[in-house]
């Protein structure tokens, strides 16, 4: 059987992956696996159909439930349930949610499959939290992308600006303070870098010299 090459790409929120990992899988002629946006979607649905965020199996059965289909163009576009949600994917609400409910095990292990159905040839790029350590433990490539939290504030806060959206700077940096607390000290696939990775600290490199670091790695 052939092997399929898999390149994980774990980290904090804002640090970088995603632009990495599209770039990366871009120039690798793979594909790629943005495992946030499957979260996402889940705490859309869940949003949606103003499930109570504390009824765990409420929140298992809307995630048996949803279906989920990507596009993968120059932007990804996500479907739930038929529907177009790429818009409502990006917001601080959807992506606070996200992280409450990734905290819950069962959540988890229903996502699980969706992640590794992904896998497939010539190779995949897996960006999230958990690529290196739960999804794809026997990755070829692993790679911890991390930043410091001031510096993952302000990149965040310039992408708002430049969409044209009002942004307080200490308030998303208090944010991503406690997503990473909440990411980190949850039992179930915690974020902590693969004992196996190469930890990249994107704090004062540009986009190209961690996308070249990364190429260097895979090859
Ligand atoms: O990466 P992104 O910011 O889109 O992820 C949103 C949230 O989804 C994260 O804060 C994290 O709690 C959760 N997540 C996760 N495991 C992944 C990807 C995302 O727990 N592999």
């Not at 965020?53 to 048996?64: G, N, P």
């Not at 949610?97 to 819950?104: D, L, V």
């Not at 070829?140 to 600006?161: G, H």
């Amino acid at each position: 059987m052939m092997t399929i090459p898999v390149l994980t790409i774990d980290g904090p929120s804002g640090a970088g992956k995603g632009t990495v990992s599209r770039a990366v899988a871009k120039q690798l002629g793979w594909h790629y696996l943005d495992s946030g946006s499957i979260y996402r979607s889940l705490a859309i649905a869940v949003l949606q159909q103003q499930t109570e965020l504390s009824d765990v199996a409420a929140v298992v059965k809307v995630a048996e439930a949803m279906q989920l289909e990507f596009e993968c163009g120059d932007e990804l576009i996500v479907k739930l349930n038929g529907t177009d949600i790429t818009a409502q994917l990006g917001t601080e609400t959807t992506g606070n949610t996200a992280s409450i409910i990734a905290a819950y095990p069962d959540v988890r292990q229903v996502l699980l499959q969706k992640q590794k159905d992904f896998k497939k040839l010539p190779g995949l790029v897996a960006d999230g939290r958990d690529m290196g350590t739960v999804v794809f433990p026997d990755a070829a490539s692993k790679v911890f992308l991390t930043a410091s939290a001031d510096e993952r504030a302000k990149r965040r806060y310039k992408q708002l600006i430049e969409k044209g959206i009002s942004a307080n700077l200490d308030r998303i940096t208090q944010e991503i303070e406690a997503r990473d607390k909440r990411d980190q000290e949850r039992k179930a696939a915690p974020l902590v870098a693969a004992k196996d990775a190469l930890t990249i600290d994107s704090s004062n490199l540009n986009i190209n010299q961690v996308i070249e670091a990364v190429l260097s790695l895979v090859r």
